[in-house]
């Protein structure tokens, strides 16, 4: 499954579980997630009703998790999705230009940077990436 996939996924509510960086070469950072369409089990931690969610980065340049109660929403922001969001324009990524040499990685790599973000239940989660993250949904 794709990334873009997930930003389809309406009224959907996610929790965050962790992240890890795997002993594996190919996986810079993985991000595991519950989710389910029913907010109160996710609240309840009804484990039966959960879908459980990997997503693999391959390469990063950041990645930050910050309690929902140190969020602010700005209305200057533009991204695609709800839960799972891509974005156009954020303030994230204005400020990383200013301090990360984004423009010769991106000249190095011959390729573009994106900021990925999971708007969890008390956790945001943003990622800055220049490859689409893999998904796999637990069984």
């Known amino acids: 499954m794709m990334y873009k996939d997930l930003l389809e996924k309406n ?59 140190f969020t602010v929403f700005n209305d200057s922001e533009v991204f695609l999705g709800e839960a799972f969001r891509i974005y156009q324009q954020s303030d994230l990524m204005h400020s990383l230009k200013k301090r990360i040499n984004f423009e010769s990685q991106e000249l190095n790599k011959g390729s573009i940077y994106t900021h990925y973000s999971l708007a969890c239940m008390e ?17």
């Open 11 to 69: 009224d959907y509510f996610i929790s965050f579980r962790g992240s890890l960086v795997p002993n594996d070469h190919r996986i810079a950072l993985r991000i595991i997630l519950y989710g389910s369409y029913n907010e109160t089990d996710l609240l309840v931690g009804n484990q039966e009703n959960l879908d459980v969610w990997h997503i693999d980065f391959f390469s990063y340049a950041t990645y930050s998790v910050t309690f929902e109660d």
């Open 123 to 139: 956790h945001q989660v943003d990622i800055v990436s220049d490859k689409e993250p893999s998904v796999k949904k637990e069984a």
